[in-house]
């Protein structure tokens, strides 16, 4: 969504593929109350992001016009998938460069309860709620652990499609550095019905139990390298991450880590030509 304040995610963190490996249930519940509603991508290079991920995905892109900055819906085939924005010119709060990354956004019903909760588990609002022309409005927030995290309350963009097949987005989850500070922001904030697994000290979990599950929390203490900031990341679908990475590379990303097989699909972690990471993730039923 477009905006005049943007995301401090990182973009270029080597982190490990396997640390949670998950994909969301068939009929992903986009609109159930904390799920993802929404992603974009914020890029100084929109020219190029249009060609890496439209030869990558096969995505296209509708420019809004003037009245929304130049902003782009991003289609694969007719379903709605995500937006594209320009983030030239644009600071960051603390005065440096804007990160090259992608911002998940979690659908609320109503986003100033949302933001009136947030004081009391440690969360900061970044961006108030605003409106998009008759859309929806939309926010961002930090979440306790610093993650950056975007706010959704549709109006007549109710938000993305999953229709989970390559090319389209598979999974969300956040990257913590402070699982037990995060857990109870999304909890209260974002109404998460919390699902927790753990195995030797890892711990993680979900918005709705695994079969229905829309998102995930992860401990990421010793998984992301030493001094990353907490920040979300998407799983798009591939048929053949192998194949995949190749096509990356030729296309000017890189690889950052993997692939490595999990029990949801072969995966690996890269970056588009500007530095936006993403998960590249075996396609549902590929």
Known sequence: MNTDTTMTTPTDATTSTDATAHTAGETASAGR????????????????????????????????????????????GEDLIGGLMDTTGVPAPDGGEVPVAWTVYLRTPDMAAAVERMGAVGGRV?????PVADR???????????????????????????????????????????FDAALPFYRDVFGWDVHTMADDGWRYATHGPEAESSAGLCD???VIAEGTPSFWRVYLGYDGVDAGIER??????????????????RLATVADPAGAMFQLIEAVGA
Do not use: H, K, N
Request: some cysteine; overall charge negative.
């Open 126 to 130: 970044l961006l108030p709620p605003m």
């Open 248 to 265: 990356v590379r030729e296309l000017g990303g890189r690889l950052l880590d993997g692939p490595v097989d999990s029990p949801y699909g």
């Open 33 to 76: 109350e904390g799920a993802p509603a929404w992603i974009d991508l914020g890029t100084p290079d929109v020219q190029g992001a249009m060609r890496f991920y439209g030869e990558l995905f096969g995505w296209r892109f509708e420019d809004q016009g003037e009245e929304f900055g130049g902003y782009r819906l991003v289609y694969c």
């Open 220 to 222: 990421a203490r010793g």
């Open 136 to 178: 929806g409005f939309m926010g961002l927030a930090f979440d306790p652990a610093g993650a950056l995290v975007g706010m959704w309350e549709p109006g007549t963009l109710e938000g993305l499609d999953l229709p989970m097949r390559a090319g389209t987005p598979v999974w969300f989850e956040v990257m913590s550095t402070d």
